[in-house]
């Protein structure tokens, strides 16, 4: 039962254009969602998240977009940089929890 | 304040034997947890803990595998008679409160051969 599902593994993208990894939940439950990085032999790094009752947060080059009718979120990156490469994962938590659930990740490539 | 320590950060271990790795959370963050993450997956919950207690764990956590938090500080995790299916990453995550934005280790790799 895969509640939360990355379903692209890979993107490759250029310098400079734009990322857009995606990312679906089944679990109408929850209301908190996070994309995390994560380099080779390093723990996941918090990059940002968003509230359901909100449906788009930016942080400098990072927005994550909330669709809650289609229970799909979206990180936009731009411009994307070849420092971006690295898995992403998307999680998710309810209020009455603390566990997060998080996708398979999707590994992002970005060409020089 | 110097994030999250695990240690070790690989383990080799023959099947059948206990192994047994530690998590030092950040100091003042009262929640710990444990995930452990095979390859091509995102990372699966396994336990929590609040302060010294802990307050859930996953079915995954099956008999073999023990976690505690003594004095709500560090936390170790046990799995004893280890099978090949136990070959993961296991990382460790404190945070300070309810809501996300942990800070995870950098997990420990174990290999059961």
């Known amino acids: 039962d895969q509640q939360v599902k990355q379903n692209s593994p890979s993107l490759s993208v250029q310098e400079g254009r734009i990322s857009i990894l995606n990312c679906d939940y089944t679990?109408?439950?929850?209301?908190?969602f996070l994309w995390y990085k994560k380099y080779p032999a390093e723990g996941p790094t918090f990059l940002i998240s968003i509230s359901s009752i909100k449906d788009k947060n930016e942080d400098g080059r990072f927005t994550v977009f909330l669709n809650k009718s289609a229970k799909h979120l979206s990180l936009h990156i731009v411009p994307s940089q070849p420092g971006d490469s690295a898995v992403y994962f998307c999680a998710a938590t309810e209020t009455s929890g603390s566990r997060l659930t998080f996708g398979e990740g999707t590994q992002l490539t970005v060409n020089p | 304040d110097t994030g999250v320590s695990q240690d070790p950060r690989h383990k080799i271990t023959k099947r059948g034997q206990n192994v047994t790795f530690r998590c030092d959370p950040i100091s003042e963050h009262n929640r710990l947890y444990w995930y452990r993450q095979t390859l091509g997956q995102g990372p699966e919950f396994l336990t929590y803990?609040?302060?010294?207690?802990?307050?859930?764990k996953s079915r995954l956590l099956s008999d073999r595998f023990s976690a505690e938090r003594p004095k709500g500080s560090f936390s170790t995790l046990e799995i004893q008679r280890t099978e090949q299916g136990d070959s993961a990453m296991y990382l460790c995550?404190?945070?300070?409160?309810?809501?996300?934005?942990?800070?995870f280790g950098s997990g420990t790799r174990l290999t059961v051969v």
């Open positions: 803990f609040q302060n010294e207690a802990q307050l859930e």
């Open positions: 995550a404190s945070s300070l409160g309810v809501r996300g934005g942990y800070t």
């Open positions: 679990n109408s439950m929850f209301d908190y």
